[in-house]
C-alpha cells in the first residue's frame, strides 16, 4: 500500500497584487489545505505577469489572517546575492519567533532573471559555485539559529565576526531543499531537512529520491523522517488546448525554450515563446481539466515514494477550492 501523502499548494507570486495572496492562504485554510507555498522573485518570469511583490512583506500577513496553515516562501535563495543568508536567518527567526511551528521555508540555488543583478560582480556564476554558496549559506543560518553565544564565521563566501542572533525561532525552522536532479538531491540529502523536486514520477523513483536517500543515511539522517516533496506543474483550464491558449497569453510558454532560465530579461523570456510548439507545452505542464486527472498525477508521486505533493494553483481562489472541494477529499486518511 503506497505511504500516506500531503496535499500542498503552490500560490506562487504573480498576476494579482499582494494582498490577494493572503486572501489566498486565508481561503486555503478554509479549504482544509494545511500547507502553503509563495514564490520569492524579484522579476515576475515573464513580463505579462506585470506584478511581482515582495514575499517576506506578505508571509507575516498571511500568517496572522490565518490560525494553523503553515506557509513559506518556495524558494528563497541565501547565496549572497539578493539576500545574504544572515539576513535571511533573521527574517525566518523573526517569523517563527511569532508564529512557531508554522512558518515553512524553501531554499535553492536560484535562476539568472531574479538573482544575477545582485552578485556582486554582476555575473551568474554556474551550478556549482552557486551550490556550494547555498550550502555555506544553510551552515551559517543554522549556527545563528543555534549558537548561545558570538560566534564568527569564516567561509568561502560568507564570513562574519563576533555575531550573534538576538532573536532566535522559537521552534526548530526545518529547511526544504529544491533539487532538479540526482546530485542537488544528494547535497539535500546531506545538508537540509526535505526534499523538492519538480522531476517527474520515473526520474524520482530512479534517480532523486534514491539520490537524496543515500546522502542522508551516509550524513547520519533517517531518512524516512525526512519529507520527499514533489510539485507538480499544474494548469487548471477547461481543456487542454485552451490551457495552451492561456499558457501562452500569459507569456509562460518562453520559460519551456532551452536556455530560459540563464535570461535575466522577463521580456526576453516571454519573446523565447514564439519558438515553443504546443506539444513542447503539453509536454511541460498536467493540464487539469478534470479532478481525476489531478488524482492520477498524486498518485503516480505517491507511489514512487512521495510524502508530500504540492498542486501549483497560482493566485486563483477557483483552483484553490478545486483542490479543497474536489482533490483533497480523496487522500483525506492520508493528510495530516
Request: glycine content about 8%; charged content about 25%; aromatic content about 12%.
Amino acid at each position: 500500500m503506497p505511504n500516506p501523502v500531503r496535499i500542498t499548494i503552490d500560490i506562487g507570486e504573480s498576476y494579482v497584487d499582494p494582498y490577494n495572496f493572503v486572501e489566498c492562504v486565508a481561503l486555503a485554510e478554509k479549504c482544509g489545505i494545511n500547507y502553503a507555498w509563495l514564490g520569492d522573485h524579484f522579476l515576475p518570469w515573464t513580463h505579462s505577469r506585470k506584478r511581482s511583490g515582495f514575499v517576506w512583506s506578505y508571509l507575516p500577513v498571511a500568517l496572522d489572517r490565518t490560525k494553523e496553515i503553515k506557509v513559506g516562501p518556495s524558494v528563497t535563495i541565501p547565496i549572497g546575492g539578493r539576500y545574504h543568508p544572515a539576513i535571511i536567518a533573521q527574517a525566518a527567526a523573526t517569523i517563527d519567533n511569532m508564529y512557531p511551528g508554522r512558518f515553512l521555508l524553501g531554499v535553492g540555488s536560484g535562476e539568472a532573471m531574479s538573482e544575477s543583478r545582485f552578485m556582486s560582480n554582476g555575473k551568474w556564476p554556474p551550478w556549482r559555485e552557486r551550490i556550494d554558496r547555498l550550502v555555506e549559506g544553510i551552515t551559517l543560518m543554522r549556527k545563528l539559529w543555534e549558537s548561545e553565544e558570538y560566534f564568527s564565521f569564516s567561509g568561502k563566501y560568507f564570513s562574519m565576526k563576533d555575531v550573534f542572533l538576538y532573536t532566535k525561532p522559537k521552534s526548530k525552522i526545518e529547511i526544504y531543499f529544491s533539487a532538479l536532479g540526482p546530485k542537488g538531491a544528494a547535497y539535500a540529502g546531506q545538508y537540509a531537512d526535505h526534499l523538492v523536486t519538480i522531476a517527474s514520477p520515473q526520474k524520482c523513483r530512479e534517480e532523486i529520491f534514491p539520490a537524496f536517500e543515500a546522502a542522508a543515511v551516509k550524513a547520519g539522517k533517517d531518512p524516512n523522517k525526512m519529507e520527499k516533496v514533489a510539485n507538480i506543474s499544474s494548469w487548471f483550464a477547461d481543456s487542454k488546448q485552451s490551457g495552451v491558449e492561456e499558457v501562452r497569453r500569459l507569456g509562460d510558454a518562453g520559460l519551456f525554450d532551452r536556455g530560459s532560465l540563464d535570461e535575466i530579461d522577463p521580456r526576453k523570456i516571454e519573446q523565447r515563446g514564439t519558438r515553443v510548439s504546443d506539444e513542447q507545452i503539453l509536454q511541460s505542464k498536467v493540464f487539469v481539466t478534470s479532478p481525476e486527472v489531478l488524482i492520477e498525477e498524486i498518485e503516480q508521486y505517491q507511489k514512487v515514494g512521495a510524502t508530500s505533493v504540492t498542486i501549483v494553483t497560482q493566485s486563483k481562489p477557483e483552483n484553490i477550492r478545486f483542490v479543497g472541494e474536489k482533490v483533497l477529499p480523496y487522500f483525506r486518511e492520508d493528510s495530516h
